[in-house]
């Protein structure tokens, strides 16, 4: 009778380790068709950047979907306030002056027989107007002046290093005050100009800072040997690694633009009327706090709502980009 094979000597035979092969081929592709592969990396096996990550962790953030739907809401209603307040907002009668809450009226009216309700919509409008614009002002100045200066290091870098420490011993309410005490304009334009000039020091030192930080990295270093132009690594190499602080910086400063818009109003040389501004209804409606509150807490909760919605999106933005959190 024949012996039977053990199995070492299966294994060791052509079509043993031929089976062995094949095997060890189909859990390979096993693995190629499993979504995220074996480490994780996404159904076509590239690994994953900070970018995608970052977008990952936003969308199962709950303060960052429900900053998003604020922010959301608030931009629609600035650009379409129609939508949801059918009236006037420069439309007053002075014989409903600080009268209460009324049908077709639930904030009531303020000094001037205005309705709150309507201005309220529409100082929305305002507000996200200064503090989109106004960050994207400082953020793209900062970021090329204190870019550069990273970069290049030098005379430039100590030029600009003084320059920001002169901006940054200026209080800015009271540089609002002396620069735009001077404007008649009611737009906001030099609102948006005054935030800017005095803004970006901040961006330009962090992005002088991140900047400093890539420019060492190997990969900057190993293009340059290769010899790539200056332009070429800032534009492929280093701003895409450098820009992550400054978005952070930047989104979590928007808020703080929109307080300060309200502030320069509220003191009366930001937006003067007929401008529609949050910072005006809160600047007219605190001498009647006492017999009509309604005048002062609904643009004050509406400006209050709106600026933590945007710090809470910075909030969520930098616990995603920062890599020292994961």
Sequence with gaps: MPEPRNEPDAAMSPAGAGGAMQLAMQEGETLEKTPGGPNGAGSTGKPRSLWSDAWRDLRRNPVFIISGLVITFLVVISIWPSLIASGNPLQCDLGKAQRGSAPGHPFGYNGQGC????????????????????????????????????????????????????????????????????????????????????????????????????????????????????????????????????????????????????????????????????????????QYIRNAPHMLLWPAGALAVTVLAFIMLGDAVRDALDPKLR
């Design 115 to 286: 309705d709150v309700y309507t201005r309220t919509v529409y100082g929305a409008r305002t507000s996200v107007a200064v503090g989109v614009f106004s960050t994207l002002g400082v953020a793209l100045l900062g970021s090329i002046l204190g870019g550069l200066a990273g970069f290049f290091g030098g005379g430039w870098d100590a030029l600009l290093s003084r320059i920001t420490d002169v901006f940054f011993g200026i209080p800015v309410v009271l540089g609002g005050l002396v620069f735009l005490s001077v404007i008649t304009s009611t737009t906001v334009w030099p609102v948006i100009g005054f935030i800017v000039l005095l803004g970006w020091p901040q961006i330009a030192r962090i992005a002088r800072g991140s900047v400093i930080t890539v420019k060492q990295n190997d990969y900057v270093q190993a293009a340059r040997a290769l010899g790539a132009s200056n332009s070429r690594m800032l534009l492929r190499h280093v701003t895409p690694n450098a820009i992550a602080p400054v978005i952070v910086v930047a989104t979590i400063a928007l808020g703080t633009y929109i307080s300060l818009e309200a502030t320069l109003s509220y003191l009366g040389v930001g937006l003067k009327p007929p401008a529609v501004s949050w910072g005006i209804d809160i600047s007219s409606a605190s």
